[in-house]
């Protein structure tokens, strides 16, 4: 995510976390597993830019992700990005760290965690988005921030609406500049179609707020899939549309383990934006050009009914930084909780 889905993993910490053991495990109590989730996950590739025959190796980042229970109705979840950047504080590179409570249909978060924005390519896990394919606002707004959020879900439990208060994204000291961002969110989930719609306000200055509709949209049909967003911000609202971004990213699944895709997203003048010239970078700006991307990529899981292991070859365009580039590499993903349990297992035989 920005500031920072197959594979892909929501950056959503109120999605119910999936047990780490089976029902018949020693750790089960009362139907519950109390054994947390540890995974370090990483991405590791060779980017190629042939517009200026640039290349070389590196990596996008490790993260530890610690999921789990502290009892039937509380739950817990960690994101630390370990890589950090100059003068980054250890709750700087902490991308989200929630504390949940389930009750009935309702449930409460506190924590830190990410601003409700309706699009499904602002809720993909870092390590799932190739940078240059990414729109502007996905690369440079600052997703997480502390706050609390309420959410009802129905009973035939494919809709679910969420109501969140936290610091906003123009507040860069917590517990002082009392800037505070409001969203409202829809999260619908059918065989056919999922929904991510969101109205936002944040403040930018004492009583000034940019104000926002952002409409996420996922199609299925088969092993076909289709992404849709549309994102309109701006400081008033009769300017929503000059501030307008769509992309789109159609995909196809070749059984279990390719993944075929592309992506396209046009972002109309980012100088029409006002107030977020504040986030995004000054030089686009600072232009009258439109920004655009796309690009096309291809996705192999070796282990089959295991997506902890992923290569991929990714080729990509845009714009902004004028690039053409071939990235190929690896993204895994450790799980540390069952690799302990199978030493603990081996050590007693």
Same mark, same amino acid.
């Given at each position: 995510?920005?500031?920072?889905?197959?594979?892909?993993?929501?950056?959503?910490?109120?999605?119910?976390?999936?047990?780490?053991?089976?029902?018949?495990?020693?750790?089960?109590?009362?139907?519950?597993?109390?054994?947390?989730?540890?995974?370090?996950? +990483?991405? !590791?590739?060779?980017?190629?830019?042939? @517009?200026?025959?640039?290349?070389?190796?590196?990596? %996008?980042? $490790? /993260?530890?992700?610690?999921?789990?229970?502290?009892?039937?109705?509380?739950?817990?979840?960690?994101?630390?990005?370990?890589?950090?950047?100059?003068?980054?504080?250890?709750?700087?590179?902490?991308?989200?760290?929630?504390?949940?409570?389930?009750?009935?249909?309702?449930?409460?978060?506190?924590?830190?965690?990410?601003?409700?924005?309706?699009?499904?390519?602002?809720?993909?896990?870092?390590?799932?988005?190739?940078?240059?394919?990414?729109?502007l606002f996905y690369n440079s707004f600052p997703?997480?921030?502390?706050?609390?959020?309420?959410?009802?879900?129905?009973?035939?439990?494919? +809709?679910? !609406?969420?109501?969140?208060?936290?610091? @906003?994204?123009?507040?860069?000291?917590?517990?002082? %500049?009392? $800037? /505070?961002?409001?969203?409202?969110?829809?999260?619908?989930?059918?065989?056919?179609?999922?929904?991510?719609?969101?109205?936002?306000?944040?403040?930018?200055?004492?009583?000034?707020?940019?104000?926002?509709?952002?409409?996420?949209?996922?199609?299925?049909?088969?092993?076909?899939?289709?992404?849709?967003?549309?994102?309109?911000?701006?400081?008033?609202?009769?300017?929503?549309?000059?501030?307008?971004?769509?992309?789109?990213?159609?995909?196809?699944?070749?059984?279990?383990?390719?993944?075929?895709?592309?992506?396209?997203?046009?972002?109309?003048?980012?100088?029409?934006?006002?107030?977020?010239?504040?986030?995004?970078?000054?030089?686009?700006?600072?232009?009258?050009?439109?920004?655009?991307?796309?690009?096309?990529?291809?996705?192999?899981?070796?282990?089959?009914?295991?997506?902890?292991?992923?290569?991929?070859?990714?080729?990509?365009?845009?714009?902004?930084?004028?690039?053409?580039?071939?990235?190929?590499?690896?993204?895994?993903?450790f799980n540390l909780t069952s690799a302990t349990?199978?030493?603990?297992?081996?050590?007693?035989?």
């Amino acid at each position: 995510m920005a500031g920072s889905a197959a594979w892909a993993q929501e950056v959503d910490s109120s999605v119910p976390m999936q047990s780490s053991v089976s029902t018949d495990d020693a750790t089960m109590e009362d139907g519950e597993d109390w054994i947390p989730s540890i995974s370090l996950d +990483s991405r !590791f590739g060779y980017n190629r830019n042939f @517009s200026d025959r640039t290349g070389g190796f590196g990596g %996008d980042g $490790l /993260y530890l992700d610690i999921n789990g229970k502290i009892s039937k109705r509380f739950s817990y979840s960690y994101n630390q990005r370990l890589t950090t950047e100059p003068d980054e504080s250890f709750f700087d590179a902490t991308c989200w760290l929630t504390l949940s409570y389930e009750a009935g249909n309702f449930a409460f978060t506190a924590g830190k965690d990410a601003l409700l924005v309706g699009s499904f390519e602002y809720d993909a896990y870092d390590l799932d988005s190739y940078y240059d394919m990414n729109t502007l606002f996905y690369n440079s707004f600052p997703a997480w921030q502390w706050g609390v959020s309420a959410s009802w879900t129905n009973n035939a439990e494919n +809709s679910t !609406f969420i109501l969140q208060a936290a610091n @906003s994204p123009y507040s860069w000291t917590p517990f002082e %500049d009392n $800037l /505070y961002a409001y969203g409202a969110a829809w999260r619908g989930e059918w065989d056919c179609y999922e929904s991510y719609w969101t109205v936002n306000m944040w403040e930018y200055e004492s009583g000034e707020f940019v104000k926002a509709l952002n409409l996420g949209n996922m199609f299925y049909a088969g092993n076909f899939s289709l992404m849709v967003d549309c994102m309109m911000q701006g400081a008033e609202i009769k300017n929503l549309f000059r501030g307008i971004t769509v992309s789109t990213m159609p995909a196809y699944e070749f059984g279990d383990q390719f993944r075929l895709f592309g992506k396209f997203g046009w972002e109309r003048n980012a100088r029409a934006k006002a107030a977020l010239v504040d986030i995004l970078p000054d030089d686009i700006t600072s232009v009258s050009d439109d920004y655009i991307f796309y690009g096309a990529g291809l996705e192999f899981f070796p282990l089959k009914e295991d997506k902890s292991l992923r290569l991929h070859a990714v080729w990509m365009t845009n714009n902004y930084t004028n690039i053409h580039a071939l990235n190929v590499g690896l993204t895994w993903k450790f799980n540390l909780t069952s690799a302990t349990k199978r030493l603990i297992s081996k050590i007693k035989k």
